[in-house]
């Protein structure tokens, strides 16, 4: 069976479809993005202009397309923090659904980190013990933490990546002294939730995921001990810290040079380095493991649990 998740977020909208099967491993069988940045596109009042909205329109009907020519069964499109908090969410929903042909699942803060800390649970294994997980969008920072498929606690808080950009990184390169004003925006901004998350058991694994935690660990980290060769990454909080003020120095257009880096991801890189160096040094974390899997791969893996799948003959 071929299903689709078409994930509108703050930065891009990502279309993944994967083929499945009951009991088996999604497999991905396509991936396409569109970077549209939508912080650029808000208004004062905290609404998302025309141009912003006919963006969204038009990579919301390009995906639908390849979703056809691909033969999904079903797909599952859902919006994060950028269409969720629009002043014109709703009239935004509207037409993307229009685009789209059917309903579009807007996701709160807090599901958005369960669905991800489930995609992250399914990719490390029940073995992985107590689980505490960072994931940066360009909207917000969610942080979860359980031993189960889903967390005990789980926090939204905005400080995304292209949100903190906009609003404390403007200027290209911004320099250290605005990265100092980030840094105790988001020190202060963490506090309760790092309160709460005090209560949760010593994690046996940290886990990043989201696109701007795996570019930082290949510009930063190192192949976690014992999968020499392989893709699995650890990223280094002291080596994290290091790269900050040099990256704040140079601009934008010298960044994509860096390894891991992308020009979709080269104006906000800055922003998600200080906001991931600011919790895990408040949450004490030395150093955390990256995850390929994320909200795309949570979203389908819940949905495919609630099929109701034919039994095998015997």
């Known amino acids: 069976m071929r299903l689709g998740v078409l994930d509108i977020g703050s930065n891009t909208v990502h279309l993944l479809i ?43 009907t390009e995906a639908r397309e390849v979703a056809k020519r691909e033969r999904v069964v079903e797909l599952l499109a859902t919006a994060t923090s950028a269409v969720r908090e629009a ?25 958005e980190a369960r669905f991800t800390f489930l995609a ?24 979860a933490a359980g031993r189960d498929e889903l967390p005990v606690v789980a926090a939204s808080v905005p400080l995304g990546a292209g949100r903190m950009t906009i609003e404390f990184l403007p200027e290209d390169p911004p320099g250290e002294a605005a990265v100092d004003i980030l840094r105790e925006h988001a020190r202060a901004t963490l506090a309760p939730t790092v309160e709460t998350m005090a209560s949760q058991p010593r994690p046996d694994h940290v886990v990043g995921s989201s696109k701007a935690i795996r570019s930082l660990a290949k510009l930063v980290g190192h192949p976690a001990p014992g ?4 893709d699995r990454m650890v990223l280094p909080r002291r080596e994290l810290g290091s790269w900050i003020p040099r990256l704040a120095r140079i601009p934008a257009s010298a960044r994509q040079e860096l390894p891991g880096i992308t020009a979709d991801r080269t104006f906000q890189i800055v922003a998600g380095a200080v906001v991931l160096h600011t919790a895990m040094t408040a949450m004490g974390v030395d150093e955390l493991e990256v995850s390929p899997w994320a909200l795309r791969e949570g979203v389908l893996l819940r949905y495919i649990e609630s099929l109701s799948w034919n039994e095998p003959s015997v």
């Open 87 to 111: 002043t014109n969410g709703a009239e935004v929903i509207a037409r993307i659904e229009a685009a789209l042909g059917q309903e579009l699942q807007v996701l709160g803060g807090e599901s």
């Open 227 to 230: 999968w020499a060769g392989s």
């Open 120 to 143: 992250v649970r399914r990719w490390f294994g029940w073995s992985a013990g107590q689980i505490l997980l960072f994931d940066i969008g360009g909207g917000s920072l969610e942080i």
């Open 18 to 60: 994967a083929d499945v099967r009951p009991g088996g491993r999604p497999l991905a069988a396509t991936s396409q993005r569109t970077v549209l940045r939508l912080m650029r596109y808000l208004e004062p009042d905290g609404s998302i202009n025309e141009d912003g909205v006919a963006a969204l329109v038009a990579a919301v």
